[in-house]
């Protein structure tokens, strides 16, 4: 045997010892799922927790009303802070000194505020300064802006990382071809720099999704109440936690199929790249 057949054998050796470390994971993986379904006392866990004629009694409320809510607080929320976000990420990437430290203060703040406090502060501190006006749109336009403020802290980070990901010779070389700065940044920067960062502004749709259920702070309405609130008053009237679970199910019916479109973009960005 000579050193290379020797070599092949202790390479095929040390895959085997591999596959097989592998296999005992996942056989240890299956034998404590296994373990926890059949210790379980599941007709208890079910009368607790999956109570049919509870979540039957939820709809179509559950969806007609308080889904539709969440997703509009979700949208509204996203295109607010994605328009100060990309703000922000300019005035951080600009030669003027006041701008940079007015964007880097303000990302800094947001970024290390509660969202809770954020919405409480705009709900409840906005209309005590400014007794005589509003902010429009009632409940909607206060999380739109108070959810907005945090979104844009991460997302002007998230775009400025993107656009400082561009070559730097695309600006230059529309700048020799006689674009203004301004111009270069709108045609040639910007659609580059977001086609980088679709999939983590996808996942901060999915973050602000779940901050939704700090609305509840505002003092919702049964017309503008969302997910979480709405699981909780009948959470309080049945007695029961089942409205919690299925409003977690229907958390997941927004969240996974995001989830899916971010990995399809990173996929997709891996192939370009």
Not at 209 to 221: E, I, N, R
Request: glycine share 8%; no cysteine.
């Amino acid at each position: 045997m000579d050193r290379r057949e020797a070599g092949q054998l202790m390479k095929l050796s040390r895959r085997r010892r591999q596959r097989l470390v592998r296999v005992a994971g996942y056989a240890v993986f299956v034998a404590a799922i296994l373990v926890v379904v059949t210790a379980a006392d599941w007709d208890r866990l079910s009368d607790a927790f999956f109570r049919g004629d509870i979540a039957r009694g939820m709809f179509p409320e559950a969806i007609t009303v308080a889904l539709r809510n969440t997703i509009i607080y979700t949208l509204l929320a996203f295109v607010f802070g994605l328009t100060l976000g990309l703000v922000l990420a300019l005035m951080r990437l600009s030669s003027i000194l006041p701008y940079r430290w007015a964007a880097t203060a303000y990302i800094e703040l947001f970024r290390g505020l509660p969202a809770l406090l954020v919405l409480f502060m705009v709900g409840y501190g906005v209309p005590l300064a400014f007794p005589d006006r509003e902010i429009p749109g009632g409940v909607y336009g206060s999380v739109t802006v108070g959810l907005g403020l945090t979104a844009a802290a991460y997302m002007a980070e998230t775009i400025r990382a993107g656009i400082q990901a561009v070559p730097k010779g695309q600006l230059e070389a529309a700048r020799t071809l006689g674009m203004s700065h301004t111009r270069a940044m709108v045609s040639i920067v910007l659609p580059q720099a977001f086609r980088i960062v679709i999939p983590p502004l996808t996942n901060e749709i999915i973050l602000l999704t779940k901050d939704t259920s700090l609305v509840y702070v505002l003092g919702v309405t049964p017309a503008t109440i969302e997910l979480t609130k709405f699981a909780g008053d009948t959470l309080n009237t049945k007695v029961n936690p089942t409205p919690l679970v299925v409003a977690g199910l229907l958390y997941l019916v927004i969240t996974l199929p995001l989830s899916q479109v971010v990995r399809a973009l990173e996929r997709r960005a891996a192939r370009e790249r």
